[in-house]
């Protein structure tokens, strides 16, 4: 089956190409740079599959087009899947799969090093050194033990940070539609959503972007942390509303702030913009703070998870070759 692979990096090429070598039937991938949008739909002429990444665009429109050129799946190399329309992808008869779990634990790990690096300042940190400046001031950190940490979203990632956050010392609360029993037997305290905005010392976002859970993070419920909070977002960046948070940050009532994801990232994100003019002027705004901490969506980025991911989407892909849709990892 002839694939067309979107958004694909050397590092897609090297591990999905390892994974396809192991099959026992090759799958022929045919790797493009492009993003797909409405502009690049044509690169799937003749593929009865795609391989899309998490700012691939799938809007009614692209999934129209796709579906003209005959595509008939979409295999997401992600786990999430708010970027593509799910009614219209029913309507056109074109399967969405994705891969659930690769690693928890490196978004899980990420999240804790947003959190140590912006804790101990080692973004500062670093630079000083480098300009033969020692001087401490402005690094002043505090203890993570006793703290307490609010998990919004206790699916697999979420489980994995509340139990690393528990080894460190910290009481951990959360908040989730449906609550994990082994999670709450191992010691985390569930509660509403109000009652963990002023409690938590530290916020970390693990529930899945939709229409409910879109600007979670707004001027409204900033109002209610802490003041100086913490806020890291390993999820998606939709959840946070970013004009609120920098409102956050200018009266200090967000202390400190670490991002995986940005809801404007699918113009930035995952390409090397350093010969360009930065366009966005709220992420700018974002870049002036010194207690705020960005990082490119590479919380997925290890070895571990990159192998597993290519396994499962060729595997997604090769099942629904053999109409076996059961053993598929298949949304909605
Ligand atoms: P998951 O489906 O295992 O867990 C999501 C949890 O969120 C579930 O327990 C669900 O009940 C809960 N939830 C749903 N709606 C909620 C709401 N309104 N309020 C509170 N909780 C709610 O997903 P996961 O594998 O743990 O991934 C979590 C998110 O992490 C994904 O949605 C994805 O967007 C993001 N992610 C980011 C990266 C990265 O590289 N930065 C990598 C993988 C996943």
Redesign the pocket.
């Known amino acids: 089956m002839k694939v067309a692979v979107f958004s694909s990096k050397t590092y897609d090429r090297e591990f999905l190409t390892a994974a396809n070598n192991n099959l026992e039937t090759p799958l022929q991938l045919i790797f493009h740079e492009a993003q797909l949008n409405q502009h690049s739909t044509l690169l799937a002429q003749g593929c009865a599959a795609v391989c899309c990444f ?1 700012n691939d665009q799938l809007d009614a429109t692209v999934l129209q087009q796709l579906a003209k050129s005959g595509v008939k799946l979409v295999a997401l190399r ?3 899947f ?1 970027q593509v329309d799910l009614a219209e992808a029913k309507k056109l008869d074109i399967k969405i799969a994705r891969v ?3 690693s ?1 634990h ?2 899980a790990e ?1 999240a804790l090093a947003l959190i140590l690096m912006l804790n101990r300042q080692l973004h500062r940190a670093y630079r000083r050194v480098h300009d033969n400046d020692y001087s401490l001031n402005g690094l002043l950190g505090f203890d993570l033990v006793n703290k307490t940490v609010g998990v ?8 994995t940070f509340a139990r690393i956050m528990q080894g460190i010392g910290c009481e951990v609360i959360a ?4 609550p ?1 029993p082994a999670l709450a037997a191992s010691g985390v305290t569930y509660v509403a ?1 109000e009652d963990l905005w002023p409690a938590a010392d530290i916020i970390s976002l ?5 229409i ?2 879109h600007h ?1 993070i707004n001027a409204t419920t900033i109002d209610q942390m802490k003041a100086g909070v913490m806020l890291i977002n ?3 960046g939709g959840l946070i509303d970013t004009r609120a948070v920098i409102a956050g940050l200018k009266n200090k009532n967000v202390g400190y702030l670490g991002l ?2 940005y809801e404007e990232e699918a113009n930035l994100f995952f390409e090397d913009n350093s010969n360009s003019l930065l366009q966005d002027d709220i992420f700018a705004r974002l870049m002036t703070f010194p207690n705020v901490v960005v990082t490119g ?5 290890t070895r571990e998870a990159l192998t597993t991911i290519a396994r499962i989407t060729l595997d997604n892909i090769r099942y629904f070759e053999q109409n076996d849709f059961s053993n598929m990892v298949l949304v909605g």
């Open positions: 998490v992600c786990a999430g708010n659930a779990e690769y928890p490196a978004v990420h919004i979203g206790t699916g697999k990632i979420g489980h908040y989730d539609l449906q994990d959503l693990h529930c899945p972007l939709n409910h859970t979670l390993t999820s998606r995986d994801v969506h590479q919380a997925f980025f």
